[in-house]
Protein backbone atom coordinates (compact mmCIF):
# COMPACT_ATOMS: atom_id res chain seq x y z
CA UNK A 1 0.00 0.00 0.00
CA UNK A 2 1.37 3.43 -0.69
CA UNK A 3 0.82 6.18 1.95
CA UNK A 4 -2.01 7.55 -0.36
CA UNK A 5 -3.72 4.19 -0.16
CA UNK A 6 -3.12 3.88 3.45
CA UNK A 7 -4.89 7.08 3.89
CA UNK A 8 -7.85 6.08 1.99
CA UNK A 9 -8.25 2.48 3.39
CA UNK A 10 -8.75 4.38 7.31
CA UNK A 11 -10.58 7.14 5.60
CA UNK A 12 -12.86 5.72 3.63
CA UNK A 13 -15.30 4.26 6.61
CA UNK A 14 -15.48 8.34 8.07
CA UNK A 15 -16.57 8.96 4.54
CA UNK A 16 -19.12 6.42 3.77
CA UNK A 17 -20.41 7.20 7.53
CA UNK A 18 -20.99 10.63 6.85
CA UNK A 19 -22.35 10.52 4.02
CA UNK A 20 -25.00 7.83 5.43
CA UNK A 21 -25.61 10.63 8.29
CA UNK A 22 -25.56 13.47 5.54
CA UNK A 23 -22.66 15.62 7.85
CA UNK A 24 -19.95 17.42 5.98
CA UNK A 25 -16.52 15.57 5.76
CA UNK A 26 -13.51 17.86 5.97
CA UNK A 27 -10.50 15.91 4.68
CA UNK A 28 -7.05 16.81 5.56
CA UNK A 29 -5.70 20.03 3.65
CA UNK A 30 -8.61 21.28 2.28
CA UNK A 31 -10.05 24.58 2.82
CA UNK A 32 -12.54 25.16 5.59
CA UNK A 33 -15.88 25.77 3.75
CA UNK A 34 -18.34 28.40 5.26
CA UNK A 35 -19.47 27.39 8.51
CA UNK A 36 -21.03 28.79 11.66
CA UNK A 37 -22.50 27.57 14.86
CA UNK A 38 -25.36 25.78 13.76
CA UNK A 39 -23.64 23.54 11.62
CA UNK A 40 -21.44 20.32 12.37
CA UNK A 41 -18.93 18.45 10.21
CA UNK A 42 -16.47 15.81 10.97
CA UNK A 43 -12.31 16.14 10.31
CA UNK A 44 -10.03 13.68 10.02
CA UNK A 45 -6.09 13.28 10.37
CA UNK A 46 -3.36 10.91 9.49
CA UNK A 47 -0.81 10.96 10.66
CA UNK A 48 2.79 8.80 10.52
CA UNK A 49 4.92 7.84 13.13
CA UNK A 50 7.35 4.77 13.37
CA UNK A 51 8.16 3.79 9.90
CA UNK A 52 10.96 1.37 9.59
CA UNK A 53 11.33 -1.53 11.84
CA UNK A 54 14.31 -3.76 11.11
CA UNK A 55 13.73 -7.26 9.98
CA UNK A 56 15.97 -9.81 9.90
CA UNK A 57 15.37 -12.21 7.20
CA UNK A 58 14.00 -12.66 3.08
CA UNK A 59 11.25 -10.24 3.42
CA UNK A 60 10.27 -7.93 0.64
CA UNK A 61 7.83 -6.09 2.57
CA UNK A 62 10.78 -4.25 4.80
CA UNK A 63 8.24 -0.76 5.94
CA UNK A 64 6.17 -1.65 8.98
CA UNK A 65 4.26 1.72 9.13
CA UNK A 66 3.14 3.22 12.12
CA UNK A 67 0.81 6.46 12.88
CA UNK A 68 -1.77 7.76 14.21
CA UNK A 69 -6.02 8.36 12.75
CA UNK A 70 -7.67 11.45 14.79
CA UNK A 71 -11.39 11.84 14.09
CA UNK A 72 -13.39 14.68 15.35
CA UNK A 73 -16.76 15.55 14.96
CA UNK A 74 -18.28 19.50 15.85
CA UNK A 75 -21.44 20.10 15.99
CA UNK A 76 -23.71 22.89 17.52
CA UNK A 77 -23.41 24.12 21.16
CA UNK A 78 -26.23 23.97 23.81
CA UNK A 79 -28.10 20.76 21.90
CA UNK A 80 -27.29 17.88 24.48
CA UNK A 81 -24.52 15.38 23.65
CA UNK A 82 -26.96 12.81 21.73
CA UNK A 83 -26.09 13.92 18.01
CA UNK A 84 -22.38 13.75 18.74
CA UNK A 85 -22.80 10.01 21.01
CA UNK A 86 -24.89 9.01 17.92
CA UNK A 87 -22.22 9.68 15.20
CA UNK A 88 -18.91 9.34 17.22
CA UNK A 89 -20.34 5.65 18.31
CA UNK A 90 -20.84 4.84 14.47
CA UNK A 91 -17.73 5.57 13.68
CA UNK A 92 -16.05 4.38 16.00
CA UNK A 93 -17.82 0.63 15.44
CA UNK A 94 -16.97 1.72 12.13
CA UNK A 95 -13.15 1.89 13.18
CA UNK A 96 -13.29 -0.87 15.32
CA UNK A 97 -13.75 -2.96 12.47
CA UNK A 98 -11.47 -1.68 10.49
CA UNK A 99 -8.47 -4.21 9.75
CA UNK A 100 -4.97 -2.30 10.49
CA UNK A 101 -6.34 -0.09 13.89
CA UNK A 102 -5.12 -1.33 17.32
CA UNK A 103 -6.20 1.03 20.01
CA UNK A 104 -8.99 3.57 19.94
CA UNK A 105 -8.39 6.56 22.69
CA UNK A 106 -12.20 8.19 23.27
CA UNK A 107 -14.44 9.32 22.06
CA UNK A 108 -14.11 12.17 24.43
CA UNK A 109 -16.80 15.20 24.18
CA UNK A 110 -16.36 18.28 25.14
CA UNK A 111 -18.07 22.19 24.79
CA UNK A 112 -15.44 24.55 23.78
CA UNK A 113 -14.54 27.38 25.29
CA UNK A 114 -13.26 29.60 22.34
CA UNK A 115 -15.42 28.12 19.52
CA UNK A 116 -19.20 27.69 19.31
CA UNK A 117 -18.89 23.78 19.08
CA UNK A 118 -19.73 20.92 21.25
CA UNK A 119 -16.61 18.97 20.59
CA UNK A 120 -15.67 15.22 20.00
CA UNK A 121 -12.11 13.56 19.48
CA UNK A 122 -11.22 9.83 19.05
CA UNK A 123 -8.02 8.66 18.11
CA UNK A 124 -6.27 5.73 17.15
CA UNK A 125 -2.76 3.50 16.97
CA UNK A 126 -2.63 2.27 12.90
CA UNK A 127 -0.55 -0.36 11.65
CA UNK A 128 0.29 -1.24 7.85
CA UNK A 129 2.69 -2.04 5.71
CA UNK A 130 4.18 -0.46 2.56
CA UNK A 131 4.69 -3.71 -0.08
CA UNK A 132 8.48 -2.87 -1.68
CA UNK A 133 7.65 -3.14 -5.97
CA UNK B 1 2.13 -34.95 44.52
CA UNK B 2 5.15 -33.60 43.00
CA UNK B 3 6.19 -30.10 43.49
CA UNK B 4 5.73 -27.83 40.78
CA UNK B 5 8.34 -24.34 40.31
CA UNK B 6 11.48 -23.82 41.91
CA UNK B 7 12.96 -21.34 44.65
CA UNK B 8 15.66 -19.14 44.22
CA UNK B 9 16.53 -17.05 46.85
CA UNK B 10 16.98 -13.29 46.34
CA UNK B 11 15.45 -13.59 42.49
CA UNK B 12 11.99 -11.64 43.93
CA UNK B 13 14.19 -9.02 44.89
CA UNK B 14 16.26 -9.41 41.33
CA UNK B 15 12.62 -9.10 39.21
CA UNK B 16 11.59 -5.89 41.30
CA UNK B 17 15.39 -4.10 41.07
CA UNK B 18 15.15 -5.35 37.28
CA UNK B 19 11.25 -3.64 36.90
CA UNK B 20 12.17 -0.77 38.64
CA UNK B 21 15.39 0.46 36.79
CA UNK B 22 13.39 -0.45 33.44
CA UNK B 23 10.40 1.48 34.39
CA UNK B 24 12.83 4.29 35.66
CA UNK B 25 15.13 4.40 32.20
CA UNK B 26 11.42 4.29 30.70
CA UNK B 27 10.12 7.39 32.11
CA UNK B 28 13.21 9.73 31.70
CA UNK B 29 13.44 8.38 28.46
CA UNK B 30 9.87 9.32 27.51
CA UNK B 31 10.44 12.74 28.65
CA UNK B 32 13.27 13.16 26.76
CA UNK B 33 11.38 12.21 23.73
CA UNK B 34 8.48 14.57 24.40
CA UNK B 35 10.80 16.83 24.78
CA UNK B 36 12.97 16.22 21.51
CA UNK B 37 9.15 15.76 19.26
CA UNK B 38 7.66 18.65 21.32
CA UNK B 39 7.06 22.37 20.59
CA UNK B 40 9.56 24.58 21.71
CA UNK B 41 8.68 28.43 21.49
CA UNK B 42 10.20 29.99 25.04
CA UNK B 43 11.04 26.31 26.00
CA UNK B 44 9.42 26.79 28.96
CA UNK B 45 6.92 23.99 27.99
CA UNK B 46 9.61 21.40 26.87
CA UNK B 47 11.22 22.13 30.56
CA UNK B 48 8.07 21.55 33.04
CA UNK B 49 7.61 18.01 32.21
CA UNK B 50 7.43 15.86 35.75
CA UNK B 51 8.03 12.63 36.56
CA UNK B 52 6.28 11.34 40.14
CA UNK B 53 6.11 8.01 41.50
CA UNK B 54 2.94 5.94 41.13
CA UNK B 55 0.43 5.06 38.11
CA UNK B 56 -2.28 7.43 37.24
CA UNK B 57 -1.48 10.83 39.89
CA UNK B 58 -2.96 13.66 38.80
CA UNK B 59 -0.38 16.12 38.01
CA UNK B 60 -2.50 19.53 37.45
CA UNK B 61 -1.38 22.56 35.18
CA UNK B 62 -0.61 25.17 37.63
CA UNK B 63 2.23 26.70 36.55
CA UNK B 64 1.82 30.26 34.69
CA UNK B 65 4.46 31.29 32.35
CA UNK B 66 7.22 33.34 33.21
CA UNK B 67 7.27 35.23 29.86
CA UNK B 68 5.61 38.62 28.97
CA UNK B 69 3.41 38.72 25.90
CA UNK B 70 6.07 40.76 24.26
CA UNK B 71 9.08 38.59 25.31
CA UNK B 72 7.11 35.52 23.89
CA UNK B 73 6.98 37.72 20.55
CA UNK B 74 10.57 36.63 19.82
CA UNK B 75 11.90 34.28 22.17
CA UNK B 76 15.59 32.45 22.64
CA UNK B 77 14.50 29.19 23.56
CA UNK B 78 15.39 27.94 26.90
CA UNK B 79 17.86 25.28 26.81
CA UNK B 80 16.73 21.55 26.94
CA UNK B 81 16.80 20.69 31.17
CA UNK B 82 16.91 16.84 31.55
CA UNK B 83 14.34 15.86 33.84
CA UNK B 84 14.96 12.80 36.05
CA UNK B 85 12.81 10.30 37.48
CA UNK B 86 12.78 10.01 40.83
CA UNK B 87 13.73 6.12 42.16
CA UNK B 88 11.81 3.21 42.73
CA UNK B 89 12.16 1.39 45.75
CA UNK B 90 11.10 -1.63 47.16
CA UNK B 91 8.06 -3.98 45.92
CA UNK B 92 4.52 -3.15 45.02
CA UNK B 93 5.92 0.35 43.32
CA UNK B 94 3.33 1.23 40.49
CA UNK B 95 5.38 2.92 38.03
CA UNK B 96 5.35 6.29 37.29
CA UNK B 97 3.00 8.99 36.00
CA UNK B 98 4.73 11.51 33.42
CA UNK B 99 2.25 15.13 32.52
CA UNK B 100 3.35 18.87 32.33
CA UNK B 101 2.17 21.30 34.38
CA UNK B 102 1.84 24.74 32.65
CA UNK B 103 -1.05 26.14 32.07
CA UNK B 104 -1.33 26.01 28.60
CA UNK B 105 -0.53 22.57 28.18
CA UNK B 106 -3.42 21.45 26.26
CA UNK B 107 -2.43 23.90 23.52
CA UNK B 108 0.65 22.90 23.41
CA UNK B 109 -0.18 19.09 22.87
CA UNK B 110 -2.33 19.81 20.56
CA UNK B 111 -5.45 18.55 22.38
CA UNK B 112 -6.81 21.85 22.88
CA UNK B 113 -8.71 22.48 19.45
CA UNK B 114 -9.28 25.98 19.98
CA UNK B 115 -6.06 26.84 21.24
CA UNK B 116 -3.39 27.56 18.22
CA UNK B 117 -0.07 27.01 19.24
CA UNK B 118 2.72 30.14 18.18
CA UNK B 119 4.87 29.88 15.04
CA UNK B 120 7.18 31.03 12.97
CA UNK B 121 9.47 30.94 10.36
CA UNK B 122 12.88 28.62 10.95
CA UNK B 123 11.42 27.78 15.11
CA UNK B 124 10.51 24.32 16.54
CA UNK B 125 7.28 24.62 16.78
CA UNK B 126 6.39 20.70 16.55
CA UNK B 127 4.00 19.38 13.34
CA UNK B 128 0.57 18.87 14.62
CA UNK B 129 -0.91 16.14 16.52
CA UNK B 130 2.67 15.58 17.73
CA UNK B 131 1.61 14.15 21.43
CA UNK B 132 -0.90 11.69 19.79
CA UNK B 133 1.29 10.52 17.40
CA UNK B 134 4.04 10.45 19.62
CA UNK B 135 1.41 8.12 22.41
CA UNK B 136 -0.31 6.05 19.33
CA UNK B 137 2.34 6.33 16.19
CA UNK B 138 4.88 3.60 17.65
CA UNK B 139 7.46 6.08 19.39
CA UNK B 140 6.22 5.38 22.73
CA UNK B 141 6.49 1.34 21.79
CA UNK B 142 9.58 1.88 20.68
CA UNK B 143 11.17 3.84 23.77
CA UNK B 144 9.69 1.21 26.10
CA UNK B 145 11.79 -1.58 23.87
CA UNK B 146 14.90 0.90 24.15
CA UNK B 147 14.38 1.24 28.35
CA UNK B 148 14.15 -2.90 28.35
CA UNK B 149 17.79 -3.17 26.30
CA UNK B 150 18.81 -0.37 28.17
CA UNK B 151 18.40 -1.69 31.70
CA UNK B 152 19.71 -4.91 30.85
CA UNK B 153 22.80 -3.56 30.47
CA UNK B 154 23.21 -1.50 33.70
CA UNK B 155 25.73 -3.03 35.67
CA UNK B 156 24.46 -2.60 39.02
CA UNK B 157 21.58 -4.99 38.02
CA UNK B 158 23.70 -7.54 35.82
CA UNK B 159 25.36 -10.89 36.74
CA UNK B 160 22.54 -12.37 39.19
CA UNK B 161 24.18 -15.16 41.11
CA UNK B 162 21.48 -15.92 42.96
CA UNK B 163 21.51 -15.99 47.25
CA UNK B 164 22.52 -12.97 49.48
CA UNK B 165 24.25 -11.11 46.76
CA UNK B 166 21.09 -10.96 44.51
CA UNK B 167 19.58 -8.82 47.57
CA UNK B 168 22.02 -6.03 48.00
CA UNK B 169 20.97 -3.81 45.13
Not at chain 2, 14 to 22: G, H, I, Q, W
Not at chain 2, 30 to 50: H, K, M, S, Y
Not at chain 2, 55 to 65: D, L, N, V, W
Request: positive net charge; charged residues 25%.
Amino acid sequence: MTLQDIRRHFETPVVDTCTALNIPYRPANTLEPNGDAYSEFVEARLQFGAMMEGIVGDCTNLENIRGSFIIEYFGPKGRGPARAQEVMELLFCEMLALKGVTDINGPNFTELENRPYYFSRMSMAIRAHNEAP
Amino acid sequence: MAKTGFKLPGFTSYVERVKNVTAQEAAELIVAELQEDGPAWTGEFRNNWVIVTGTGKRIPATKESSYTKLQRQTPTAEPIKKISAPKLKGKGNNGYTIGNVMRYRDIALDLDPGGVRTAGANRNTAPEDWYINFVQGGKMRQILEAATLKAAKDPTIRGFKGGSRATRF
